[in-house]
């Protein structure tokens, strides 16, 4: 029992998952208030949808290691950087879900709410936004697996996190290490996706 990795690393592995959490946390609550908005935007404003997606796009498909290293010159090191990381990675499903969610409503009832005297702001938040929420939130749901993943390759630049016990045990060739970060990190991905997917199952049911 001495040997098994939770137990040799627990203080360790409970200091690095705080540090993980908060990266975490942190890139997907400024990605939901800045994604949400960004994918109303485009259901309002048609020309603006191709450039958005795009970029967003373009930010998915650069190499994760690569753009925590784009980012050394500009935020240097630490958590700066990786916060940035993440929350660029985590841009893509929440502005895409937010935009199909809402433009997925059915016309017929937009159609109902613009004819008892709503305004755009009106029939936005008070019919569209609701029914539209479940999407968003499978949107927000793959957003926070992937920046947990990526979270792990923050701690090539100094931001801490499960990835510290990774690099770790790669560079002394420790299986112990690297399931002491690889086994928490998946641990609090898949209860993140059940916790949001839950949520999520909860609102198509009030739907």
């Known amino acids: 029992m001495k040997d098994f990795f939770l137990v040799k690393y627990a203080p360790e592995i409970l200091q690095h998952t705080l540090e993980h959490l908060f990266l975490v946390s942190i890139a997907i609550s400024i990605a939901i208030f800045v994604g949400i908005p960004l994918g109303i935007l485009i259901t309002r404003k048609t020309y603006l949808r191709q450039p958005i997606l795009g970029i967003a ?18 935020a240097g090191i630490g958590v700066l950087p990786a916060i940035i990381a993440l929350t660029l990675y985590s841009f893509l499903p929440i502005i895409r879900n937010t935009y199909t969610g809402i433009t997925s409503v059915d016309p017929a009832i937009r159609e109902a709410g613009k004819g008892m005297g709503m305004t755009d702001t009106q029939l936005l938040l008070q019919v569209e936004m609701p029914l539209a929420m479940g ?23 100094g931001a ?18 690297i399931l002491a970060g690889a086994f928490p990190a998946a641990v609090i991905a898949l209860l993140a996706d059940l916790i949001i997917g839950w949520i999520e199952n909860k609102l198509k049911v009030k739907n």
């Not at 796009?57 to 500009?74: D, E, V």
């Not at 996190?161 to 299986?175: A, E, P, Q, T």
């Open 57 to 74: 796009n373009i930010l998915q498909t650069i190499p994760s290691l690569a753009l925590f290293g784009l980012l050394i010159p500009i």
């Open 135 to 157: 999407v968003i939130l499978a949107g927000v749901r793959v957003a926070t697996v992937i920046a947990i993943g990526i979270a792990t390759i923050a701690a090539a630049i």
């Open 160 to 177: 801490g996190g499960l990835g510290v016990f990774i690099f770790r045990g790669i560079s002394v060739v420790n299986d112990q290490l």
